[in-house]
């Protein structure tokens, strides 16, 4: 995205979009795996270790559902919506956090993006 906003040819809006619609809908694909897969937990294609996913049940049972504005983090993300499908969470309230959390990371970015 970096990259491409630097370059001139997208403008910096379709880029937003484009990265934080894609990131949600990795997101949610973390979310169903939670909410229907989790059978397959511990399979090397699966996408978080037990051990992320214990760390991430201790954060949500910390601070709840808001934490998933952290969802756009390395290492924690992942966990985190993974197991607000396993906890059953309502889509629209996850899709809220999450989107809003993604959207800020790439909104930040491109600011300091010249």
Known sequence: ???A???GET???ALFIAATSGNVLGAVVNFALGRFLIRFEGRRWFPVSPTNRQKAEALFARYGQPVLLLSWLPVIGDPLTLVAGLLRMKLPLFLLFVTIGKAARYAVVLYLTP
């Open 1 to 3: 995205m970096v990259a």
């Open 5 to 7: 906003a630097l370059h």
């Open 11 to 13: 403008s910096r809006p």
